[in-house]
């Protein structure tokens, strides 16, 4: 059967892959632990779910206006000037069926054919292949955990071309958990004042799951706002990664541009999740950060049981909720006819002799280093890192 090229432009992402080779294993009948799906652990609070009860009841069940509900809308305005001191208007705000949709959406409304888009490294799996989509040109820069996996003005400053276009990052980032500064940030900012036709996309999915203080958003800097594009949802902060609920705050320009485009893709996401959302964005945020204390019980014991592990090289995460380690000094080894090469390998090797799972870093631009979330019971985790722990002892 011949299929669409646009299928031989991009990869599936290993996050989904690995997630379902776990679930294989599981069905039959192998006691899997998942440390691989980005995905909190925990419920959506009850006050959201009455919302969305309530909605139901009310007869909010039919279609909405594609950039989302007015009252949606004038909540997230609501938030972002609670939380991040940005004003923005409800024309500036576009929800979607997920953040990845959003991300999808900026990309494809914003680069053309042979524009560049400057993508530091570890990033999340999707970037690079929505740029693909978009054939747009993916330009990496490598940061390294010694950097802890954050860029410098100078590296930002020597990757722009005339056909830069788009900067895309995340902070807290995924996969890395490093969470960029107001200093930083304003270091970056510099940078961008040289170059006004690049635009810069900021993931800030994980903004509530921060370890080092208060999140900053590169959206403060009043002469770059117009420029930059936030990326945010529901699916992190509140648990409600099932709800499907994303949303952008952009230049109205930008902002139409992205209705237009979900306009003939999905239209507006679903009416229930809508009207849960403006309670979870208005109202207590103490479940969310009850999620982000026990968060950080978890990367603690992470980063203590890690410590056992002879050759992994680990940056504590400071925001999100990931470990990124460098497990390079694995490769070469190997176990019988298990060869370790390369991450990939480390985490095959992982999940079918520790029955573990895990996401290879080459999937994340970083071929040195493995992804392990913490979302998990603290008792999956330390019975996970039990298992890895003896796993890599085998390796010679």
């Known amino acids: 059967m011949q299929l669409s090229s646009l299928l031989d432009r991009f990869a599936e992402p290993e996050t989904l892959k690995m997630a379902k080779l776990g679930r294989e294993l599981r069905a039959k009948g192998v006691d899997v632990i998942d440390l691989s799906l980005g995905e909190p652990d925990f419920d959506t609070p009850q006050h959201i779910k009455d919302a969305a009860i309530k909605a139901i009841n009310d007869n909010w069940s039919h279609y909405t206006p594609v950039p989302g509900f007015l009252d949606l809308r004038e909540a997230v305005c609501t938030k972002l000037k609670r939380d991040n001191n940005l004003d923005y208007k409800p024309e500036n705000i576009v929800t979607s069926t997920g953040a990845k949709q959003s991300l999808a959406n900026v990309i494809l409304a914003l680069a053309d054919e042979g524009d560049e888009v400057i993508i530091p490294t570890p990033y999340w799996v999707t970037y ?123 230049n109205v320009d930008i902002a139409k541009a992205c209705e237009k485009l979900q306009g003939q893709f999905t239209s507006a996401t679903c009416s229930i999740a809508q009207k849960a959302g403006v309670v979870a964005l208005t109202t207590d945020l103490k479940p969310s950060f009850e999620m982000t204390e026990e968060f950080t019980r978890r990367r603690a014991r992470v980063l ?27 490769y070469g080894k190997r176990d019988g006819d298990n060869v370790i090469t390369n991450s990939a390998d480390f985490s095959m090797y992982l999940l079918n002799t520790a029955h573990v799972s895990s996401v290879m870093g080459e999937a994340f631009g970083e071929p040195n280093c493995v992804r392990f979330s913490f979302a998990n019971s603290m008792t999956n985790i330390e019975r996970a890192w039990e298992r890895i722990k003896a796993a890599l002892a085998k390796l010679k």
């Open 128 to 250: 690079s292949e929505l740029v693909k989509i978009a054939r747009g040109k993916v330009v990496e820069i490598r940061s390294t955990l010694e950097s802890g996996f954050k860029i410098t003005p100078a590296e930002l400053e020597a990757a722009i071309t005339p056909k830069t276009r788009v900067f895309l990052f995340s902070s807290p980032c995924n996969p890395s958990g490093a969470v960029y500064s107001k200093k930083e940030l304003e270091g970056l900012a510099e940078v961008f004042r040289k170059y006004p036709n690049v635009y810069i996309i900021a993931d800030e999915i994980y903004e509530y799951i921060n370890f080092v203080g208060k999140h900053e958003s590169i959206a403060q800097f009043e002469d770059l706002k117009d420029r930059v594009i936030i990326v945010n949802g529901l699916s992190k902060g509140f648990a409600m990664t099932g709800w499907r609920l994303g949303y952008i705050a952009a």
């Open 304 to 330: 203590e049981l890690i410590k056992d592990i002879p050759g992994i090289k680990c940056f504590a995460p400071e925001g999100a909720f990931y470990i990124f380690p460098d497990v390079s000094y694995y």
